[in-house]
């Protein structure tokens, strides 16, 4: 359910959003929020840096992790003008946020231009990852840290 806390800051989402059309940049705002308290901003600047990750998310994500000095931020939620596209929507799970507020949905439809293809060396792949994360576990258990 939605509060006014989350208009509160889905407002200043949209100050962003409204910072980067001003810069010549898609409106795109988001701002991180963790106990009720600002921890990231972002405002699209891809023209600006010459960046095609220069999103919003991305940059708020980034300056929440400098500020928290971890990339989890568990707990937190994102508030975003619009919609996500995946390449955010992914680092917004990558980074553990809790939750995602979203004003506006993205219309326009992903560029189905790209060819995806799968499952090239997968098995080898697989063993990389189990064999680190086993590793990872050990060593854990080694030092008697929570696995």
């Not at 800051?9 to 949209?14: D, I, P, V």
């Not at 010549?24 to 960046?51: D, F």
């Given at each position: 359910?939605?509060?006014?806390?989350?208009?509160?800051?889905m407002t200043?989402?949209?100050?962003?959003?409204?910072?980067?059309?001003?810069?010549g940049?898609?409106?795109?705002?988001?701002?991180i929020?963790?106990?009720?308290k600002?921890?990231?901003t972002g405002?699209?600047?891809?023209?600006?840096?010459?960046?095609a990750?220069?999103h919003?998310?991305?940059?708020?994500?980034?300056?929440?992790?400098?500020?928290?000095?971890?990339?989890?931020?568990?707990?937190a939620?994102?508030?975003v003008s619009?919609e996500?596209?995946?390449?955010?929507l992914?680092?917004?799970?990558?980074?553990?946020?809790?939750?995602?507020?979203f004003?506006?949905?993205?219309?326009s439809?992903y560029?189905?231009?790209t060819?995806?293809?799968?499952?090239?060396?997968e098995?080898?792949s697989?063993?990389?990852?189990?064999?680190?994360?086993r590793?990872?576990?050990?060593?854990?258990?080694?030092?008697?840290?929570?696995?």
């Amino acid at each position: 359910m939605l509060s006014d806390e989350d208009r509160k800051w889905m407002t200043q989402a949209l100050k962003l959003a409204e910072n980067a059309a001003a810069n010549g940049e898609v409106p795109i705002g988001a701002i991180i929020v963790l106990n009720e308290k600002q921890i990231g901003t972002g405002q699209n600047r891809m023209e600006e840096l010459q960046n095609a990750t220069a999103h919003a998310e991305i940059l708020a994500i980034n300056e929440a992790s400098e500020q928290l000095k971890n990339w989890r931020l568990d707990g937190a939620t994102i508030y975003v003008s619009l919609e996500p596209c995946p390449m955010c929507l992914g680092a917004i799970k990558n980074s553990r946020i809790s939750r995602l507020v979203f004003a506006a949905s993205d219309t326009s439809s992903y560029n189905n231009s790209t060819i995806i293809e799968k499952g090239l060396l997968e098995k080898e792949s697989v063993e990389i990852l189990q064999k680190f994360f086993r590793n990872v576990r050990r060593i854990k258990e080694d030092s008697g840290a929570k696995a």
